[in-house]
């Protein structure tokens, strides 16, 4: 059974997640008990399966293809993309992933600032180029979501592109690079973060410089 971007085979149950063929269950008929009793789980687990099946499937029937899926999850609000994003299997996030990489240059700045949100929740290796790049676009919201979503990657390839970031106009942008640099546990970032404590006149911006310096010394004494 398929549709939109929901595709129903049974002779690829191994593909299937729990909460998948759990649902799958449900929508041949079969009653929250049963399946239960089927896949050996209690009911409460069953509900809950369905439940998150409901929030996935319900969008995924009404896409045709990875364009459509990333122009609704454009549309609507955050806390219901990262709802979308938690339900959905590899194979859907690399499809989504592939379908921004080759269509994020002609997008308008609005899309680009949401895919560029995307690929750092949806943390595939294949999104790192395009953020490196969009770490020192023109538009300022772009490169602030750029250095957030390379320290979401948590990836040392992006760990040069984030202390160039140090340098950026806009404390904001600097800010976030920072905290960036902490989650990809950076080192080589000690000397320009010194320099950066000692000229920054923003209050907030000394404070994450601290916490990412006494971070390197806790790592550096192991």
């Known amino acids: 059974m398929r549709t939109g971007l ?3 085979n049974w002779n690829k149950i191994k593909e299937f997640c729990d909460e ?15 399946i239960a009793a089927i896949r050996n789980l209690n009911r409460e687990t069953v509900q809950q399966h369905i439940i998150r099946g409901k929030i996935k499937f319900g969008l995924l029937s009404k896409c045709k293809d990875e364009k459509e899926l990333f122009l609704y999850l454009v549309k609507v609000s955050k ?10 299997q590899y ?15 002609e997008m308008n700045w609005k899309d680009k600032e949401s895919a560029i949100w995307l690929l750092g929740e949806l943390r595939l290796q294949e999104g790192m180029k395009i953020l490196i790049k969009s770490s020192v676009h023109n538009n300022v919201n772009i490169r602030r979501l750029s250095v957030s979503a390379l320290g979401k990657m948590a990836d040392k390839k992006g760990e040069m592109a ?5 340098e950026d106009e806009n404390c904001q942008v600097v800010s976030y690079a920072l905290k960036s640099l902490k989650k990809v546990k950076s080192k080589k970032c000690k000397e320009k973060v010194e320099k ?7 209050e907030y911006v000394k404070n994450i410089c ?3 310096l006494e971070s390197i010394n806790e790592k550096n004494k192991l």
């Open 6 to 8: 929901v595709n129903i």
């Open 20 to 34: 998948d063929i759990s649902y799958y269950l449900f929508l041949e008929d079969k009653s929250i008990d049963a």
């Open 79 to 88: 806390q219901e993309r990262l709802r979308i994003i938690e339900t959905l």
């Open 91 to 105: 194979n859907l996030k690399k499809k989504l992933v592939d379908y921004i990489v080759e269509n994020y240059s």
């Open 162 to 166: 984030l202390i160039r970031a140090l």
């Open 196 to 202: 950066l404590l000692e000229e920054t006149n923003k």
């Open 210 to 212: 601290v916490e990412l």
